[in-house]
């Protein structure tokens, strides 16, 4: 049966999740999961993701992101394939790391999106592994950067928390978000009492903000559309590099391919910029994508 294909958007959010191979406990250890959060902090980066909410469980993993150039598949690849290398190093077997290539929900700004990023926060409470209130200090979400803004980097949940609820990014506004978690929790499997219902509209009032906030308007691109915009950010960033080298274009045909440089230059395009080794080959002139791919692994 042919794959399923992806909605590829500019727009909105995506939970995204995958699975251990056989459930295996890839990220049992504290040194596995810093690994592997490492890994999507600098996956963020390269692809220009935003990065709202994450949980890193034993077996599996949970993401919210969103993907302003359209690339979550190309992201998706580069953070398993990074991780699943140092895992089999480290391992000393072969072998399949993740279960699948990865599952994914597009979720519109707005609600839906809002419940995908409690639902990602509030897996190890769920699992049974802390506490809600021990979930303040779990380093394996990002629900612990929640109350420590300084450490946030690369993870926008103060800005998630103002445009998916409406609560402002202090004191008041986190109290008020913890109040919510513990109000879905708590409602989950029985109604609500009066006593709950007005704790969390309590929580909420003195947390919310005065004025309404939202995600930055983004323009809905094709996927055509925002290939070239890819394509054209590469070629850019391609000549600043070439250039940084002080090299000329004309250099590129000169053999070997295997010229320090060139490997060099065809790393950075992969790491810094996200350029997959398909258009990497044909732009330097390699004899085929698995020939460039050959040569970056020896070298």
């Not at 993907?67 to 580069?78: D, V």
């Not at 077997?93 to 699948?100: A, I, L, M, R, T």
């Not at 080298?245 to 010229?259: K, M, N, V």
């Amino acid at each position: 049966m042919a794959r399923r294909l992806r909605l590829i958007s500019n727009q909105g959010a995506y939970h995204v999740y995958n699975r251990a191979e056989l459930g295996q406990p890839i990220f049992e250890t504290d040194a596995a999961k810093q690994v592997f959060l490492e890994t999507i902090l600098r996956t963020t980066q390269r692809f220009g993701w935003e990065l709202p909410a994450y949980a890193i469980m034993t077996n599996h993993f949970h993401l919210v992101v969103t993907t302003p150039r359209g690339n979550l598949s190309q992201g998706m690849h580069a953070l398993q394939s990074d991780f699943a290398n140092k895992h089999k190093v480290f391992r000393g077997s072969p072998g399949h790391v993740f279960q699948s290539r990865f599952g994914s929900a597009y979720c519109p700004a707005g609600p839906s999106a809002a419940r995908k990023f409690d639902y990602v926060h509030l897996n190890p409470v769920r699992a049974g592994i802390v506490t809600l209130e021990e979930l303040r200090d779990y380093p394996w979400t990002s629900y612990r950067l929640l109350r420590r803004p300084e450490l946030r980097g690369l993870v926008t949940i103060g800005q998630a928390l103002s445009c998916m609820h409406g609560l402002r990014d202090d004191p008041a506004g986190w109290d008020a978000y913890e109040e919510r978690l513990r109000f879905e929790l708590t409602t989950e499997e029985r109604p609500a009492t009066d006593e709950e219902l007005f704790g969390l509209v309590r929580k909420e009032k003195a947390g919310r903000r005065t004025d309404e906030i939202s995600l930055p308007a983004v323009v809905g691109k094709s996927a055509e559309m925002l290939r070239k915009e890819e394509e054209t950010r590469w070629e850019d960033a391609f000549k600043a590099e070439l250039a940084a080298e002080g090299r000329h274009s004309d250099e590129l045909t000169t053999l070997p391919h295997s010229q320090a440089w060139k490997l060099t230059l065809a790393r950075r395009m992969r790491d810094n910029h996200g350029a997959p080794a398909s258009w990497i080959a044909r732009r330097m002139g390699f004899n085929s994508e698995a020939y460039l791919r050959k040569l970056l692994a020896q070298s």
